[in-house]
Structure formats: structure tokens, C-alpha cells
């Protein structure tokens, strides 16, 4: 019984902390000279990640102010700042705003 109801408040505490955390939907377009054309976030953790025209879906998690995409070699980090927009770290640099 106990481990039941530790297994629920578990399951409710995520579901909470993941409704509060917000994830984030829509369009992020690179700036000029970003290394992606775009960003398109869709349901749950997906993202559509654009380069040259192509797209690949992968998936991300966010911890706050951090984005973080997962890739091949590993994840590819971006910071939302307070207008809306992502700046990349590393080889994915570049800014991307919202439509």
C-alpha cells in the first residue's frame, strides 16, 4: 500500500513540476548567421531541428533558462533569455527567436 502511494505522489510530483516548468511550442527562426535555418518545437519534449533545408526530429528537456537538445554527439545547449529567444553555446551558435 505504501509503495503505492509513494509510486502516485511520484507520477504527481513530475506531472507538476513538468506542467510548471513550461515546455515550449512554435517556431524559432536563426538569426543571420545561426548554424540552423530553424527550431520547431511540437507536443511534448520533440523538436524539429532545420539545417539546410532539412529537418530532424529529436527530443529536449528544459531546467529553466536551459534548453537542452540531444543530438549525436551529445546535447546542444541554448539559454531563452527574457525576450523569448535562444542563444546557442558552441558549434550551434546563433540566436533564435520565436515567429
Do not use: P
Not at 26 to 47: A, I, P, Q, R
Amino acid at each position: 500500500m505504501k509503495k503505492s502511494a509513494l509510486k502516485s505522489c511520484v507520477i504527481i510530483s513530475t506531472v507538476l513540476l513538468l506542467s510548471c516548468n513550461g515546455g515550449l511550442k512554435g517556431t524559432y527562426n536563426g538569426s543571420e548567421g545561426s548554424f540552423f535555418d530553424k527550431l520547431v518545437f511540437t507536443s511534448g519534449s520533440k523538436v524539429e531541428v532545420y539545417y539546410m533545408g532539412t529537418a530532424q526530429e529529436t527530443t529536449y528537456e528544459r531546467d529553466g533558462d536551459k534548453v537542452k537538445i540531444a543530438g549525436s554527439g551529445g546535447s546542444m545547449v541554448f539559454k531563452l533569455d527574457d525576450t523569448g529567444c535562444l542563444t546557442a553555446e558552441g558549434l550551434a551558435g546563433g540566436q533564435y527567436c520565436k515567429e
